[in-house]
């Protein structure tokens, strides 16, 4: 039996977006074209359809906060701020690791509760996400 998120999978691939997001690299979700959270993956594609069943069960803070951001009529996207570049797969996640963190702290993102370190991508900072005051400021 399929799950909600292999659902989400297949319906990407069909919409023809294995193309943009079926790599390794950095993608980022906007409530209203304004970038809400980064995050990085060895496939995109798979991600995003993660994030939508976590929106669509309201699993997490943030997913509840952008579900309520689209009830309202906001528009909910995805995109791609960076391809890995690298081939062997461990070198791929090292590069985007290394990456993510300096997306986060340039685009600041309000829905990313973790913020890597720059002297170290696989420690983090944690950002505290309060939910009512990002949906007063976005709603």
Not at 116 to 138: G, R, T
């Amino acid at each position: 039996m399929a799950t909600y998120e292999d659902n989400a999978y297949n319906w990407l691939k069909r919409k023809g977006l294995a193309d943009k997001y079926e790599h390794a690299g950095i993608y980022c979700i906007k409530i209203d074209d304004k970038i809400v959270y980064i995050g990085k993956s060895a496939n995109m594609l798979r991600r995003i359809a993660q994030h939508y069943a976590g929106i669509k069960k309201g699993t997490e803070k943030k997913y509840r906060i952008i579900s309520e951001a689209e009830r309202k009529g906001h528009p909910i996207s995805f995109d791609v701020l960076y391809y890995a570049k690298s081939r062997r797969y461990a070198d791929k996640l090292a590069e985007i690791g290394e990456r993510e963190g300096d997306y986060i702290r340039r685009h600041k993102p309000i829905l990313n509760a973790q913020i890597p370190k720059e002297q170290d991508w696989s420690k983090w900072d944690l950002n505290e996400v309060d939910a009512k005051a990002i949906l007063e400021s976005i709603l």
